[in-house]
């Protein structure tokens, strides 16, 4: 039971990959006070995981101190898991995919209704490639990324939108052989949960609004995350919410 001034949730259950997908829903959408509530919260349902050192990855910048209060919580380990998304041309806010670390990319299928040609999505893999090798010097400059193979992987976003970006996540993390892949966020509309359920063994969403136009339009309180803070909530070292 979650305790204080956060809400007691009833949760309702769907089809991922053959196995329990975890949804919460209520008459009213509740609108997050800020990233802390939302990590707190979403601990809750991800409680069947504590005791199994899970490796949390959050998609940065803005979940990764979401992904402390969780990884903490669990008692598991955090890493960062890093994915660009592909903008449309012309519109830099709208994903048509996402690519991660490895060079691999998810593009959706709306891409070429877009104005999205085979050469554009070429060059921006490449210029987004440079963004993801330049953020992996900066935030775990001394150590590679923690190996996932054989462990319980949850991977948490502050919120998904198209679902592009968390697609590449966790397609790029099966390939490394999880034993458990976790999706944890929470809000998304319904049709990006339905986008991103075939991708993972559990998916885990706190509020599924069919009103959605942006991540923000959830919390009260969305301020933009800085570098600094990602490095310090990986070396354990940032307040605690």
Not at 52 to 71: D, E, H, T
Not at 123 to 139: D, H, S, W
Not at 222 to 235: K, M, N, R, S
């Amino acid at each position: 039971m979650v305790k204080g001034n956060e809400l007691a949730w009833k949760a309702r259950y769907y089809t991922c990959r053959g196995e329990g997908s975890f949804a919460l829903t209520r008459e009213k959408v509740h609108v997050f006070k800020d990233r802390a509530e939302a990590a707190r919260l979403l601990a809750h349902p991800l409680t069947a995981h504590r005791g199994m050192n899970p490796l949390v990855l959050a998609v940065p910048r803005g979940a990764v101190p979401m992904g402390r209060v969780i990884a903490d919580a669990l008692g598991g380990e955090l890493d960062v898991v890093l994915v660009r998304k592909l903008p449309a041309p012309g519109n830099p806010e709208f994903a048509i995919g996402a690519v991660d670390e490895t060079g691999w990319a998810f593009v959706a299928e709306y891409a070429a209704q877009v104005g999205a040609t085979p050469e554009y999505i070429e060059r921006e893999k490449t210029r987004q490639l440079a963004l993801l090798r330049e953020r992996r010097a900066r935030y775990t400059p001394v150590r590679p990324p923690i190996d996932p193979q054989g462990r319980v992987v949850i991977v948490v976003d502050d919120g998904l939108a198209t679902g592009a970006t968390m697609i590449a996540a966790l397609a790029g993390l099966r390939r490394r052989g999880p034993a458990r892949l976790v999706c944890a966020v929470p809000v998304a509309p319904p049709e990006a949960v339905a986008r991103v359920r075939p991708y993972c063994d559990e998916l885990v969403c706190l509020e599924q609004p069919w009103n959605f136009y942006a991540v923000g339009q959830f919390y009260e309180h969305f301020p933009q995350v800085d570098d600094q803070e990602v490095i310090e909530a990986l070396g354990g070292t940032g307040p605690r919410p």
